[in-house]
């Protein structure tokens, strides 16, 4: 089945602790993105990846990192979360706009609160 | 960068009425226009899309119709059924900004019985 896969899907941590979302896709995507969702604000892009080891910042990517070593995967990486942080968060994937694929495939979801 | 307006943020309609959401775009050169469906706990979902080189839009009971000059677009969902009860996102990609998709701020559209 084609998706895109997320872990973990809740997490409650605190101030300060390094943490890591997974995000994995088995489409073959060139494309992958982290949004994050918080109410009246919609979705904003965190961190864009074109390609394996091509990552560039979207809307608000202060206080996050990420990395793409394999075509499948794109980690979204907290070094030192604040509350601030709290979000829902979407990885998403799709092909290239040249290609045709336009169209974003989301996650499931991470819920993280930041205490 | 681009910027998109949405509007309203809630909607109340009864089943069987029709619903309009509404979005403005700031960047002329944005040519991909997509509307995505989030139930509640659920992921985003495409429901429908535009490109720039067409006005208008349907797919059964929805339609999609952009006006380049206005740089606006909606989404029209005819004859609402509960399940149709969900948050909308719409959104707007500049060319040149590789998987950039700048979202509005959603719509809580409520289909009451």
């Known amino acids: 089945e084609a998706q895109v896969t997320q872990n973990p899907r809740y997490l409650i941590t605190v101030t300060g602790k390094k943490l890591t979302v997974t995000c994995s896709q088995n489409m073959n995507h060139e494309y992958m993105s982290w949004y994050r969702q918080d109410p009246g604000l919609g979705l904003r892009q965190i961190y864009y990846s074109m390609n394996v080891e091509v990552t560039d910042k979207g809307d608000v990517p202060e206080g996050y990192k990420v990395s793409r070593k394999e075509k499948r995967n794109f980690p979204l990486i907290l070094e030192s979360p604040s509350p601030n942080q709290t979000s829902l968060y979407f990885c998403?994937?799709?092909?290239?706009?040249?290609?045709?694929?336009?169209?974003?495939?989301f996650g499931p979801g991470t819920r993280l609160t930041v205490t | 960068g681009e910027n998109v307006e949405q509007h309203p943020s809630t909607l109340s309609v009864q089943e069987g009425d029709s619903a309009v959401i509404k979005c403005t775009y700031s960047?002329?050169?944005?040519?991909?226009f997509p509307w995505y469906k989030q139930e509640l706990g659920k992921r985003p979902q495409l429901i429908i899309d535009i490109r720039s080189n067409v006005g208008e839009k349907k797919d059964q009971r929805i339609a999609v119709t952009l006006n380049k000059t206005a740089k606006h677009f909606s989404l029209h969902i005819t004859e609402t059924q509960p399940e149709d009860s969900a948050v909308y996102f719409c959104a707007a990609r500049s060319p040149g900004t590789a998987s950039k998709l700048t979202f509005g701020t959603g719509t809580r559209l409520q289909v009451t019985l």
């Open positions: 998403a994937s799709s092909l290239k706009p040249r290609t045709g694929g336009y169209e974003q495939y």
């Open positions: 960047d002329s050169a944005s040519n991909y």
